[in-house]
Structures are given as structure tokens and as C-alpha cells.
């Protein structure tokens, strides 16, 4: 499996001829979604979920569908009737080749004060990538590759360490980066390698990695 960071939570991951795309929002590039064979979205939130990003990758490959959740569904559902799929928490399904798992039903509390919407995490290939969405949700099974929310109004630096102690995966690439800036990256790739337990890494936007 071939797997490309894009810009913030967005990663395309290809597999036998066939592209997944996960969380394109507003931070992504427009190109990203172009030749998806399916997209997976975990939440709402415009850093995760574009909407016209996620019209054009379905109006230009008419056989592209996209798993998410109820809050997402409804605003896709009506213009590709049987083309979007509405998931939550213990779901399986497969996507363009893909076996995905679905975990999590909450976003992170932000602030007491801000009411939390759903947030649910992709879990693909039985562990071979694992993507929370924004929430700090710890499969249930092994995780090979996690995708490290490293940076956000939700988390701290010692909870993305923690979190990556307890789901123990065997390599991290960071995401949910495009509010660090290159002066504190340094400083999150240090303390995340040295105290979080595994290999961690960070992928240019457009870089990729072989899993």
C-alpha cells in the first residue's frame, strides 16, 4: 500500500490500482481527491470536509462513492443518491478494495462551553493505517500505521504522547498539522520521538511512503 500525505488531515492511500482519500478539506489541495475511487470523511468540520472538493471528485468519476458519517451524509446524499454511505462506531465495510473499520463516536471537547458533534476514525486493512479523525480513539486491535493528530484547539503535546504510548502502532506519520509552524515543528518531532515509543515521522505535503 502506497500512502501520500496531502495538506493537513487529508492522505491518499492506493492499493492495487485504486486510490482511498481520506478527510480533504478546506486546507487540501483541490487536486487531492482527483481520481479517488472512494473517499472516507471522520466529522464535519471544514478542516476535514470540503464539500465541493467532495462533489468534484464524485461528478468526475461516476462510479466514486463516499463512507462518512449522518451529519455528512445529509449534505451529500440527495444530489448521488446510493453513492454516499452513512457509518458510526463497529461498522465494517469495503471501500474500492479497501477493508475499513469504523471506531470512535465523538469528537474531542474543545472547550466545556462548545457542544461536541461526531467524529468517527477509519481503520484500514485490519491495522494497517488507523485515522482518528479528531479524537483520541484507541482501537481495539493492533495498529501498524497511526495518523497523529499532532496539532489542534482539542490537543496538547503530552496527550499526543500519551495517545501514542496506548495505541503502541508501529510507526507515526503526523497530521492535523497545518497550524504548526515550521519553528515548532522541530520541537514536536523531538519530544514525540523521543517520549512517544515508536518511529515517528513527518511527510511533506505530496510525500509518500510505501506500507
Given at each position: 500500500m502506497k500512502l501520500t500525505k496531502k495538506s493537513h488531515a487529508c492522505v491518499r492511500l492506493e492499493k492495487d490500482g485504486r486510490t482511498l482519500v481520506l478527510d480533504p478539506g478546506m486546507f487540501t489541495e483541490e487536486d487531492a481527491v482527483l481520481g479517488a475511487d472512494a473517499l472516507l470523511v471522520t466529522h464535519e468540520h471544514p478542516d476535514h470536509f470540503d464539500e465541493g472538493r467532495l462533489r468534484a471528485a464524485l461528478e468526475a468519476n461516476p462510479a466514486a462513492e463516499i463512507w462518512t458519517l449522518r451529519s455528512v451524509a445529509e449534505q451529500l446524499s440527495a444530489a448521488f443518491p446510493g453513492r454516499v454511505h452513512t457509518v458510526g462506531h463497529g461498522d465494517t465495510f469495503t471501500?474500492?478494495?479497501?477493508?475499513?473499520?469504523?471506531?470512535?463516536e465523538l469528537h474531542a471537547v474543545i472547550h466545556p462551553d462548545i457542544p461536541r458533534i461526531t467524529n468517527v476514525g477509519f481503520l484500514v486493512d485490519d491495522g494497517t493505517v488507523f485515522h482518528p479523525g479528531d479524537a483520541l480513539t484507541v482501537p481495539d486491535r493492533p495498529v501498524e500505521t497511526l495518523l497523529l493528530p499532532v496539532m489542534a484547539p482539542w490537543n496538547k503535546i503530552s496527550e499526543v504522547i500519551d495517545y501514542v504510548?496506548?495505541?503502541?502502532?508501529?510507526?507515526a506519520y503526523d497530521i492535523h498539522d497545518a497550524l504548526l509552524?515550521?519553528?515548532?515543528?522541530?520541537?514536536?518531532?523531538?519530544?514525540?520521538?523521543a517520549l512517544g515509543g515508536t518511529d515517528h515521522s513527518r511527510l511533506a505535503p505530496g510525500a509518500s511512503a510505501e506500507l
Open positions: 471501500a474500492a478494495g479497501f477493508d475499513v473499520q469504523v471506531h470512535g504510548r496506548e495505541v503502541r502502532p508501529r510507526r509552524t515550521d519553528l515548532a515543528r522541530p520541537i514536536y518531532d523531538r519530544q514525540i520521538g
